[in-house]
Each structure stands twice: as structure tokens, then as C-alpha cells.
């Protein structure tokens, strides 16, 4: 996104989603990065259920267009600001 902005990069074994790991991730993650950071971003494949994750932690796309990822998909860019600006 910008050089200010780190990116975020988490993953939960396929045989786990869908029991609540990613929400836990980014509920102890996020607190830590408001007290050190402006926002956070990440990239996620526009099919990918935890967009929904990301939108209900406060994350927005970037640019919704997206752009082609490396296997062939549409990825996208979200940003959770914590401050104005």
C-alpha cells in the first residue's frame, strides 16, 4: 500500500477454518498494531470467505478493481485505518 503501512499475513490450516482462529488472530493482532501504526492492509483472493473476516474487523478495499494473483485469481487490497487520515 504505502511505506508506512505494513501488511498483515496470516493463514489457518484449511482442516481448522471456520472455527473462530482467524477472528482470534486478528482480536490479539490488532490492538498491538493500533498502538504502533496508522493502519494495517493485506491482500486476500476476492473469493476467499475470510474477506467477510477482514470486513467485519474494520477492513475496506484499497482499490476494487484488484489485480491478478500468481495462480491466476483476482486479489485485492484492504486497509484497517485506526486513525483519521
Known amino acids: 500500500m504505502d511505506d508506512s503501512t ?3 499475513a496470516i493463514a489457518v490450516d484449511p482442516a481448522l477454518t471456520g472455527q473462530g482462529i482467524g477472528g482470534a488472530l486478528l482480536k490479539r493482532l490488532l490492538p498491538d498494531a493500533e498502538r ?3 493502519a494495517v492492509s493485506l491482500s486476500v483472493r476476492d473469493d476467499n470467505p475470510a474477506r467477510r473476516l477482514y470486513e467485519r474487523f474494520g477492513f475496506g ?3 476494487r478493481n484488484g489485480r491478478e494473483n500468481r495462480v491466476g485469481g483476482t486479489s485485492i487490497t484492504m486497509v484497517r485505518r485506526f486513525t483519521a487520515g
Open 36 to 38: 504502533m501504526f496508522a
Open 61 to 63: 478495499p484499497v482499490d
Open 6 to 8: 505494513p501488511e498483515l
